[in-house]
T-cell receptor, first 109, second 114 residues
Framework: QKEVEQDPGPLSVPEGAIVSLNCTYS??????FMWYRQYSRKGPELLMY????GNKEDGRFTAQVDKSSKYISLFIRDSQPSDSATYLC?????????FGTGTRLTIIP | DSGVTQTPKHLITATGQRVTLRCSPR?????VYWYQQSLDQGLQFLIQ???????AKGNILERFSAQQFPDLHSELNLSSLELGDSALYFC?????????????FGSGTRLTVV
């Protein structure tokens, strides 16, 4: 079993829609949960991090963590064509850093 | 500028050759992670160093090796190169800094083996 599972998509939604991206993880030792955005052939860019269960909001982005079910989510409101990218979840703990495979998202104008 | 510096940005070399990729972590970060990303693939974890010591190994081939120097920069050595080694190679550093948590990636080295 992979330590982090993420649906690779691709996912296409119309502009303005709410996007939901999800990951599950297997190791309870993971303490930090992150979402990265990667444009084609560029380095991943950190969007948000969370430490505890609950929600964290930053502009149009909301990260949600449920430690009891080992489930992490990223919601994007009012999606824009510029949000088209690959989104990767990441978990870390005890200096170990593990990424999901990434979900390719396309926002259709 | 993310604070993580990778050189060179592009590298074209022939099969069988050896190359060295360099990474300077963000100021204050002791850890360096190396990842390989082939075309349209996810990030494959290769190896992690922390303050000069190897901390974790992922799917790193025996032909590949790495080290972290006292000034904390790291080098990834790829030898006996094969066509399948063509990929983007990223390094990342991070942890807690300035009240925020996360790992910052460099812009990567694009390796093409011909």
């Amino acid at each position: 079993q992979k330590e982090v599972e993420q649906d690779p998509g691709p996912l296409s939604v119309p502009e303005g829609a709410i996007v939901s991206l999800n990951c599950t993880y297997s190791n309870s030792a993971f303490q930090y949960f992150m979402w990265y955005r990667q444009y084609s052939r560029k380095g991943p860019e950190l969007l948000m991090y969370t430490y505890s269960s609950g929600n964290k909001e930053d502009g149009r982005f909301t990260a949600q963590v449920d430690k009891s079910s080992k489930y992490i989510s990223l919601f994007i409101r009012d999606s824009q064509p510029s949000d088209s990218a690959t989104y990767l979840c990441a978990v870390s703990g005890n200096e170990k850093l593990t990424f999901g495979t990434g979900t390719r998202l396309t926002i259709i104008p | 500028d993310s604070g993580v510096t990778q050189t060179p940005k592009h590298l074209i070399t022939a099969t069988g050759q050896r190359v060295t990729l360099r990474c300077s972590p963000r100021s204050g970060d002791l850890s360096v992670y190396w990842y390989q990303q082939s075309l349209d693939q996810g990030l494959q974890f290769l190896i992690q160093y922390y303050n000069g010591e190897e901390r974790a190994k992922g799917n790193i081939l025996e032909r590949f090796s790495a080290q972290q120097f006292p000034d904390l920069h790291s080098e990834l050595n790829l030898s006996s190169l094969e066509l399948g080694d063509s990929a983007l190679y990223f390094c990342a550093s991070g942890g807690w800094q300035g009240g925020s948590y996360g790992y910052t990636f460099g812009s990567g080295t694009r390796l093409t083996v011909v």
